[in-house]
């Protein structure tokens, strides 16, 4: 048993890395009281955009082409949020409308430019982030074993994130700020605060740290751009509940995802699991079903803002 | 002027001034995407229409496409009306089909008894699969966003689970292949369009809509399910029991999914295939949306659908134009529909405007 978890664990860091900063995006925008079900779609244009980038760039510069591609992943998912924003803030559609028009212009934009591109629906990626072993901190009894051996740097580039992220909405005024339009827009419009501004500010920065997190699977594990990423922007959506809407939390909960997904991944393969005889699909439904029994007590998730979802019109009231 | 209003639904004519506006903002869009990948547009719009409407079996492939898109268009469209948005089509949808797909295998019945009997499997599959959302909406008052959400997920990976153990196949990837009886295929259907694979779908999806259209205009349960969804404290005002009617809201908005899903699984396909979701989850709410809700946009934006993605698969083969081009289209539409009541508000105060200035 002690075997398996020390076999699952980096696999279960790599699948946990993209979950997480995808949810910190979700954290952000939920802060900000706007539900985007459009991160997946902006994943996958971050994913297309990383892929694009070492398909023409990785011959030419090298290893130096992955850090482009991430950046350029998360420059161009916060582009395309913008699309959102201009939708859900401009025009002033439903949330759940706009994201869903978002998912599908980013998964028929981004399979169109593919195919013309690379004359298939798929642009391959040779060569990712390679996974690497610490030589100092790896000798660590345990923790060594577990978090600095096999490990891909992103994983601890998204925890840097997530300390920044709660950083950012404990300490600073920025992060109070949105967390007011959240709250409540119009007593944070009566207080000066522009909201429309901030609202726009939280979906452009959630863009970002989604179209990265794309980027970031195309480079650690799927190495290939198929226009999905596996709906791990719609499970974002439903980690921040089981994190009750806090950075560290969250954290816990994306990790928690990521275990069982190893753990589905490795049911029929792996000798102490396919002992255990538990179907993988248990395994998969595991964590929506602890979700959902979590909202069920919670009431609707704890520490949901309230105007969450709410389509926000300038001096409504 | 006025039969012409009342069969689009009591919408103005704005809002179908609109709705063509926005149609062919979609495709200017992709004229200008078309042009920028080097494509030459013209053809591209010529060969997509011209496969579309080249013969008679396209004409049935059309009504083939556009089946599933109507019914799961009506169920986005029975949620959007009671003020619910139901993201969890697709799932219930899985759940239905898997039902259906299931009656379908297992019994033996005559033809005129099993169709129905599957496809009140895929109603009663839907429907279950929706009174958990529901459940928790009208007792914890939960966003039905998030737990539909998760529905689908369970959705899609307890069917795949329960499909291997109940009605298994050779392949790992798909059930077991329904019996005849309970095929919506209907030969004297696919002699008329050609060898189109056009089905008895069809036609439930059109009585489908007649009775949607009945239930909302004519009867009392659908006016007050309507009220709930225009303004939840006007009708609580007028006595109407709100914490029902939004129970029952998703659940028959679940139902029509789950009714989708037999007619997809059981006429469009002949077993169901594990591991993905129909993709028909979102494209229900878009056509709602296009159809502003009533039962004649309904059909006609999903005839338009239908069209487009007959004429896809013909554009590509002939033109080499990747068909997802088609879906570019489409989200683009769906992104300026969805802001049609901004532009509806700006056209109607131009038009005033213009209207004042001719007086004066």
Redesign the interface.
Same mark, same amino acid.
């Given at each position: 048993m002690i075997d398996l978890i020390f076999q699952a664990f980096p696999y279960a860091l790599t699948f946990t890395t993209p979950i997480l900063i995808c949810s910190l995006a979700a954290l952000i925008n939920t802060k900000g009281g706007v539900?985007n079900?459009g991160l997946e779609g902006i994943m996958v244009v971050g994913s297309f955009a990383s892929a694009l980038v070492m398909y023409f760039l990785y011959s030419q510069l090298g290893s130096s082409a992955l850090i482009i591609s991430l950046i350029i992943s998360g420059v161009v998912g916060g582009l395309f949020s913008l699309?959102f924003a201009v939708?859900v803030i401009?025009?002033? =559609?439903?949330h759940?409308?706009?994201g869903?028009?978002?998912?599908?212009?980013a998964?028929?934009?981004t399979?169109?430019?593919a195919? =013309?591109i690379t004359g298939k629906?798929l642009i391959r990626v040779d060569k990712g982030i390679s996974r690497i072993d610490n030589e100092l901190l790896s000798n660590i009894p345990l923790i060594g074993d577990l978090f600095f051996t096999k490990f891909y740097i992103t994983t601890y580039v998204v925890l840097f994130i997530t300390i920044i992220v709660a950083f950012i909405f404990n300490k600073t005024r920025f992060g109070k700020n949105i967390t007011a339009c959240g709250e409540n827009p119009y007593s944070a419009e009566s207080c000066g605060i522009n909201v429309s501004l901030y609202k726009c500010l939280s979906i452009v920065l959630s863009g970002f740290l989604a179209g990265m997190g794309g980027g970031i699977v195309i480079l650690t594990y799927q190495r290939e751009f198929t226009g999905s990423v596996q +709906?791990i922007g719609?499970l974002a959506?439903?980690t921040i509940?089981l994190g009750k809407h806090n950075a560290y939390k969250i954290l816990f909960a994306s990790f928690f995802f990521g275990f069982v997904r190893t753990f589905a991944a490795m049911a029929s393969v792996n000798e102490v699991l396919s002992q255990l005889q538990i179907?993988m699909?248990?395994y998969? =439904?595991l964590p929506?079903?602890l979700?959902?029994i979590a =909202? +069920?007590i919670s009431? +609707? +998730?704890e520490n949901a803002p309230q105007y969450?979802?709410e389509v926000y019109i300038k001096g409504k009231r | 002027m006025d039969i012409m209003k009342k069969l689009i639904n009591n919408e103005n004519i704005y809002d179908v001034a609109i709705k063509i506006l926005t149609i062919l903002v979609g495709f200017l869009f992709a004229s200008v995407?078309l042009i920028l990948?080097g494509y030459n547009p013209v053809v591209a719009y010529a060969t997509l229409f011209k496969g579309a409407f080249s013969n008679i079996k396209s004409i049935g492939d059309i009504l083939l496409r556009a089946t599933p898109f109507i019914i799961t268009g009506l169920a986005a469209a029975y949620g959007f009306k009671a003020g619910v948005?139901n993201?969890g089509i697709s799932g219930q949808m899985y759940v239905g089909g898997f039902f259906a797909v299931m009656a379908g295998v297992l019994l033996d019945l005559p033809q005129v008894i099993h169709i129905p009997v599957v496809l009140i499997c895929g109603i009663i599959g839907g429907m279950a699969w929706s009174i958990?959302p529901a459940f928790?909406k009208y007792k914890?008052?939960?966003?039905e966003?998030?737990?539909t *959400?998760?529905?689908?997920? *369970?959705a899609?990976?307890?069917v795949?689970?329960f499909s291997r153990l109940i009605i298994p196949s050779q392949y790992e990837t798909r059930s077991a292949v329904i019996n005849d009886s309970a095929s919506l295929r209907n030969p004297l259907l696919s002699n008329l369009f050609g060898g189109s694979y056009v089905n008895l779908g069809f036609i439930i999806a059109i009585i489908a809509t007649i009775i949607y259209y009945i239930y909302f205009e004519k009867t009392k349960a659908g006016y007050e399910m309507k009220a709930v969804g225009l303004n939840l404290n006007a009708a609580k005002y007028a006595g109407i029991n709100i914490k029902f009617n939004s129970f029952m809201s998703l659940v028959i908005s679940g139902g029509l999914a789950g009714l989708a899903g037999g007619v997809f699984y059981c006429g469009y396909t002949n077993n169901i295939e594990l591991g993905v979701l129909p993709p028909y989850g979102?494209e229900g709410?878009?056509i709602a949306?296009m159809g502003s809700n009533g039962a004649i946009g309904i059909i006609l934006s999903s005839l338009f659908f239908g069209m487009m993605s007959v004429g896809a698969s013909f554009m590509s083969a002939t033109a080499k134009i990747?068909n997802?081009?088609?879906?570019?289209i489409? /989200?683009?539409i *769906?992104?300026f529909s969805? /802001?049609t *009541?901004?532009?509806k508000d700006n056209l109607e105060s131009i038009v005033n405007n213009f209207k004042r200035r001719k007086e004066s």
């Open positions: 539900i079900i699309l939708s401009k025009f002033k =559609v439903d759940i409308i706009g869903i028009a978002i998912n599908m212009l998964f028929s934009l399979l169109f430019l195919r =013309v629906g +709906g719609f959506l439903i509940i179907p699909e248990f998969n =439904v929506y079903v979700t959902l =909202v +069920g009431k +609707g +998730g969450l979802g | 995407l990948c948005i993201i958990i928790m914890l008052r939960t966003s966003v998030f737990t *959400i998760m529905m689908n997920y *369970i899609l990976w307890s795949q689970y979102f709410i878009t949306l990747p997802e081009l088609v879906n570019v489409i /989200a683009m *769906i992104y969805a /802001a *009541i901004y532009f």
